[in-house]
Structure formats: C-alpha cells, structure tokens
C-alpha cells in the first residue's frame, strides 16, 4: 500500500539519510553554492540544526530570508568561526 507521499517519502528519505553524512554534504556545498540553507549551514558547521536557528535567532549570523526559509552565507560561517575559535 503507497501512503500518502509515495515517491516523495522516499526521496525525503534520500534527503535525510544524506543529511546525516556531513563529510558529503560539506563537498557538495563546496563545489555547488555560496548560500546555505539551514540543514547544509548545519551540516557546514558538523553541528544539529537547532544550533544554527540559535544562531539566527541571536543574530549572531546574518541571514537571508527569501519568503519563509533562510539563507545563510558560506562567508559569514567562515566569519563566524574565526569569531568563536578558543585559544588554548
């Protein structure tokens, strides 16, 4: 029996599971755009998606919001890091 979904159950599936390997999604984000949504962000940054909505809604990034998602830039991630690094 297909629920409700079908195909696209699956392809979020696809989407989830590629989610959860970092290593591959930072390559693609890489290689494919300069503007990160929040799960890439997340997945850019090896951290849970919560910790970038934190973030935004600190202010402690910049974003994008075209309609009702975000953008975030990959530069301002960068900055953001350099911000934060601990000097042991």
Do not use: H
């Not at 930072?26 to 970038?52: F, G, H």
């Amino acid at each position: 029996m297909v629920g409700r979904g079908g195909s696209c159950d699956r392809d979020f599936k696809r989407q989830e599971i590629t989610a959860l390997n970092p290593d591959r999604i930072a390559v693609t984000v890489k290689e494919a755009t300069r503007l990160l949504t929040v799960p890439q962000a997340a997945a850019y940054l090896s951290c849970p998606v919560w910790t970038v909505r934190t973030l935004i809604w600190n202010r402690e990034i910049p974003v994008i919001k075209p309609g009702k998602g975000y953008l975030i830039d990959r530069q301002d991630l960068d900055r953001w890091i350099d911000r934060t690094k601990a000097t042991l």
